[in-house]
Nanobody, 120 residues
């Protein structure tokens, strides 16, 4: 089984920065894509950023130029650096990863979520 644990959420003023981290643990053989999603109250969960095992990245338009996703494959960690935060970035942020474990094979896993609140 694989566990994803996020950290780094909190309350920040508009224009500020936060850094989210997510570490995967368990009987992991390999991790492919790692992603950050977010869900604001009353809205659907949306994909914010994704990073492939080789390091290529993609972002939703609303965060391009402000957020940066990165990963440390040796530590099974993915990070989301969020700069120039806006009130509309307020949401619960979830880490997601495609991981391979012996006996289960490939499947995706979710963290428990971390709250990010941006005040105006």
């Amino acid at each position: 089984q694989v566990q994803l644990v996020e950290s780094g959420g909190g309350l920040v003023q508009a224009g500020g920065s936060l850094r989210l981290s997510c570490t995967a643990s368990g009987s992991i053989f390999s991790i492919n894509y790692m992603r950050w999603y977010r869900q604001a109250p009353g809205k659907q969960r949306e994909l914010v950023a994704v990073i492939a095992g080789g390091g290529s990245t993609n972002y939703t338009d609303s965060v391009k130029g402000r957020f940066t996703i990165s990963r440390d494959n040796a530590k099974n960690t993915v990070t989301l650096q969020m700069n120039s935060l806006k009130p509309e970035d307020t949401a619960v942020y979830y880490c997601n990863a495609d991981a391979y474990t012996r006996g289960i094979g490939w499947r995706d896993y979710w963290g428990q979520g971390t709250q990010v609140t941006v005040s105006s």
